[in-house]
């Protein structure tokens, strides 16, 4: 699990370990998780470390979201790692968590204009980030959420590669991690742009 110490991959790692799963959180310093398998990688670059961690894995998921404000390729260099570390470990399957508005989704909507007014530099990101994913042999999902929420989760949630996304659209982090952790046991958009919302 890469981003595995941020606010939606605590809620992967959790959804994964309640339902029973063996998660391996990827963190840059050890001892943030009781409970769960550590592995710490402390330079993008560093596709050696990767592979290791990666050996012996069903799927990777990855929920890096990079710096809020300013300039970041955090999501960039860590696929760019990501990529060839697993084709090294021999594991094909790759959820990544990129979001609505990237690329052929960055449309004249009301939310595509809003979301990259506010947090371009990011939205920036993810679309160097998703070619690097798309142009491999891998078994690709990038899953292209609205805004995310710190709310409880519901259970109830809409997913399509068409769903229309409105200003006001969101999803908790919670019930995009259920999603998630589903995806994983189930694929159900191998090589496809999933969008989910409440």
Known sequence: MLGATGATGRQVVAAGSERGHDVVAVVRRAGYFDGVTEAVWTDLADQDTLASVFAGADVVISALGGADKGPTSVCTDAISSTVPAMVTAGVSRLIVVSAHGVLESHDRSLYAHAVWAGVGEKMKDKELM?????????????????????????????????LPIRLWDSIGRADLA???????????FVRGYPRVRR
């Open 130 to 162: 998703e070619p690097l994913i798309t142009r491999s042999d891998l078994e690709w999902t990038i899953v292209r959420p609205p805004a995310l929420k710190n709310t409880p989760a519901i259970g109830k949630y809409q997913v399509d590669e068409h």
């Open 178 to 188: 259920d999603f998630l952790v589903q995806e994983a046991e189930s694929p159900r």
